[in-house]
């Protein structure tokens, strides 16, 4: 059972406008929220992350919001550029317990110049 | 080295043929993960050493897959009587301390035909 989802596969976004990527999960006890980027033919980067204390982590262009209530959270990026485009995962984990992380099966983001 | 190195980048194995994959983590980093990234799927978590302990081996699919990293730097995953559907991108993983930041490699691109 998917505890990470990333339900949009895709997402287009004009060069200069905000791209919104969307991540909903299940297990309350995740606590850490992170985001990777992948392009073609390299591992996963990471890019953010954020701490169930807060909903709401920002780094440059990017920011993170987190939705506990909700079991959601979302990454924001303004404004896009070109080299934005490539996959993006969004991942949790649980503090305690085990190590690993749970990762969504995608989003993969198109920048058009 | 300066990043997370693994090899061979692909792999072709025949069904039933053994494999190894290695992978060269970042001088230095006590904590290493290996992940199977299915196309079209996130990565999930196969298992964890902590130096040469294998602390979480829970993500391993079956008992043909074993992992070991006996000096505590280089780590090998290797794969017995290998069938198709382990056709995935193994992605190995490394950081400093147990945090969630970590770095991941390229990968091994696994086919087995």
């Known amino acids: 059972d998917q505890q990470v989802k990333q339900n949009s596969p895709s997402l287009s976004v004009q060069e200069g406008r905000i791209s919104i990527l969307n991540c909903d999960y299940t297990?309350?006890?995740?606590?850490?929220f992170l985001w990777y980027k992948k392009y073609p033919a390299e591992g996963p980067t990471f890019l953010i992350s954020?701490?169930?204390?807060?909903d709401k982590n920002e780094d440059g262009r990017f920011t993170v919001f987190l939705n506990k209530s909700a079991k959601h959270l979302s990454l924001h990026i303004v404004p896009s550029q070109p080299g934005d485009s490539a996959v993006y995962f969004c991942?949790?984990?649980?503090?305690?317990?085990?190590?690993?992380?749970?990762f969504g099966t995608g989003t993969r983001l198109t920048v058009i110049p | 080295g300066a990043g997370v190195s693994q090899s061979p980048r692909y792999k072709v194995a025949k069904r039933g043929q053994d494999v190894a994959l290695r992978c060269d983590p970042i001088?230095?980093?006590?904590?290493l993960f290996w992940y199977q990234q299915a196309l079209g799927q996130g990565p999930e978590f196969l298992t964890y050493?902590?130096?040469?302990?294998?602390?979480?081996k829970s993500g391993l699919p079956s008992d043909r897959f074993f992992a070991e990293r006996p000096e505590g730097s280089v780590s090998t995953l290797k794969i017995q009587r290998t069938q198709q559907e382990d056709s995935a991108v193994y992605l190995c993983?490394?950081?400093?301390?147990?945090?969630?930041?970590?770095?991941f490699g390229s990968g091994t691109r696994l086919t087995v035909v």
């Open positions: 993983a490394s950081s400093l301390r147990l945090n969630y930041g970590y770095t």
């Open positions: 297990n309350s006890m995740f606590d850490y």
């Open positions: 954020i701490s169930s204390i807060k």
């Open positions: 991942a949790a984990s649980a503090e305690t317990g085990a190590n690993n992380l749970f």
């Open positions: 001088s230095g980093h006590v904590s």
């Open positions: 050493f902590q130096n040469e302990a294998q602390l979480d």
